[in-house]
């Protein structure tokens, strides 16, 4: 056994903030999209769909200024790393990647870009702003994003077979084996907690904004159905 083998070691590598933003972005696309018919389940729609265009830019930023492996520059690679990563997952030998591989940083880009699309496209739609495409761009969207999130999920469950590593558990302890130098320093919990806080009170605030049924009309419309129940009910003259 190897020196490096023997300092291989439980490591953290995601962060909170990714990780909950990763599960959020998860449960707001899956409900949005569960949501999209029905008029009854329009303002839960709406509101997921904001949430997720929030989310988005909030790991824009993070992708930035974030830690070691939620930057962009720590796993955004160009066309040439893509194909060797693929060709390496084909001969049975695939490249080992700490953070997102090449071909799941393609599979993270896509998402993001058109998650802000489709944010973008479902506030212009339902505030009636542009043309009326928008709508069905929307909808096309949503159906293209479901695309790549069956693949980035095919992508996920290879590379953990291949690698013998659980990468959906990984997401969410935020840990994988490495070396002690490789991992990060910090978890960053405070940031994930406010980010958090920010989604429920949103949600918070969408409910509150929500339009009240009239109760007085409400009362007035069960008045009218039982008395056409009734009436329904009693015999004709004829019937005597």
């Known amino acids: 056994m190897s020196e490096a083998s023997e300092k291989l070691q439980k490591i953290r590598i995601w962060d909170a903030p990714v990780r909950v933003f990763h599960w959020l ?31 988005l830019l909030f790991r824009l930023v993070w992708g930035i ?12 690679r160009g066309p040439a790393a ?19 591989n090449p071909a799941g940083a393609v599979a993270i880009v896509l998402l993001m870009l058109m998650g802000l699309a489709l944010a973008a ?12 495409w928008l709508s069905e ?7 293209g994003m479901l695309l790549v999130v069956i693949g980035h999920l095919l992508g996920v469950v290879t590379a953990s077979w291949q690698h013998r590593e659980n990468l959906a558990r990984a997401m969410v302890t935020g840990y994988k084996t490495g070396l002690p130098e490789q991992g990060i320093r910090r978890s960053w919990a405070v940031i994930a907690v406010a980010l958090i806080a920010a989604v429920l009170f949103f949600w918070w605030q969408q409910w509150q904004s929500a339009p009240k049924a009239d ?26």
Request: hydrophobic residues 35%; proline residues 3%; neutral net charge.
């Open 25 to 55: 972005l998860v449960f707001c696309f899956a409900g949005a999209y569960i949501t999209s018919e029905g008029e009854q389940w329009r303002l839960v729609h709406v509101t997921l769909g904001y949430t997720l265009g929030g989310l």
């Open 65 to 76: 200024v974030g830690t070691r492996y939620a930057r962009f520059s720590s796993f955004v």
């Open 82 to 100: 893509v194909l060797r990563y693929l060709k390496s997952i084909r001969s049975g030998r695939p490249e080992h990647h700490l953070g997102h």
């Open 121 to 132: 496209t479902g506030y212009a739609t339902y505030n009636d702003i542009g043309p009326g």
């Open 137 to 143: 761009l929307h909808e096309l969207l949503g159906n």
């Open 215 to 240: 109760a007085t009309s409400a009362v007035q419309e069960s008045v009218q159905m039982e008395r056409v129940a009734n009436s329904a009910g009693k015999p004709t003259e004829t019937e005597h």
